[in-house]
């Protein structure tokens, strides 16, 4: 069956660190995304792309970086971790840009 | 600026009531309306959908009720289970295809 995975699950870095949540699919979809999800403020978007070597910044892109080489890649950087990026991420998938997301289970990052 | 206001924070019901969870928003330009369910240590998943031309949609024990002109929209969850508990959040597309969602709410079924 096609999936999402996103990996590590858990992951616990220094600040200032530079760290990097991988985010794999199966599925084919050419859309893909992070999303960044606190208590009391949703998801909010982080970064986007729409195909092989397309990249956007959503709403909380500073401090964070994404590159797609491949289709079921996007792997998510973040330069230098503070502990404002303690949260979960979330990276989610779409056959059509107008469509719902198939989300991944989540990366929980903590920054100390 | 939250672009799409989710209430309650939280909700609690007995079984086989039934909770109503509803969101507003402002910009008109926004086209398609999806709701997700997340449960503990998962990502959200797509729950039901709708578009700004139908005012209601159901699927199963869920209904989405849409009202335009108000810029508001609602999920309700008929005859309600234990197995419901967990968080629901709406969203909405706006231009660029981005989604913009709520705040969430956080649904307990009471057996």
């Known amino acids: 069956d096609a999936e999402i995975t996103q990996s590590p699950r858990h992951k616990i870095t220094e600040t200032g660190r530079q760290v990097t949540l991988a985010c794999h699919q199966t599925?084919?979809?050419?859309?893909m995304f992070w999303y960044r999800q606190d208590l009391g403020h949703g998801l909010r978007l982080i970064h986007y792309s729409y195909g092989v070597q397309d990249t956007n910044k959503g709403e909380v892109s500073d401090g964070y970086s994404v590159s797609r080489s491949n289709t079921e890649d996007l792997p998510l950087t973040l330069e230098s971790a503070a502990s404002s990026q303690t949260s979960v991420y979330f990276c989610?998938?779409?056959?059509?840009?107008?469509?719902?997301?198939?989300f991944g289970s989540g990366t929980r990052l903590t920054v100390v | 600026q939250q672009q799409v206001k989710q209430s309650p924070q939280s909700l609690i019901v007995q079984k086989g009531g039934i909770p109503i969870i509803n969101c507003a928003y402002e910009?008109?330009?926004?086209?398609?309306f999806p709701w997700y369910q997340q449960f503990p240590g998962k990502g959200p998943a797509l729950l039901i959908a709708i578009r700004p031309d139908v005012s209601e949609k159901k699927e199963g024990r869920f209904t989405i009720s849409f009202n335009k002109s108000a810029k508001q929209f609602s999920l309700h969850i008929m005859d309600s289970q234990p197995g419901d508990s967990a968080t629901y959040f709406c969203a909405a597309r706006g231009s660029g295809n981005q989604f913009y969602f709520g705040t969430g709410t956080s649904l307990t079924v009471i057996p």
């Open positions: 599925w084919n979809h050419n859309n």
């Open positions: 910009n008109t330009a926004f086209d398609y």
């Open positions: 989610a998938s779409s056959e059509r840009r107008d469509y719902g997301y198939t």
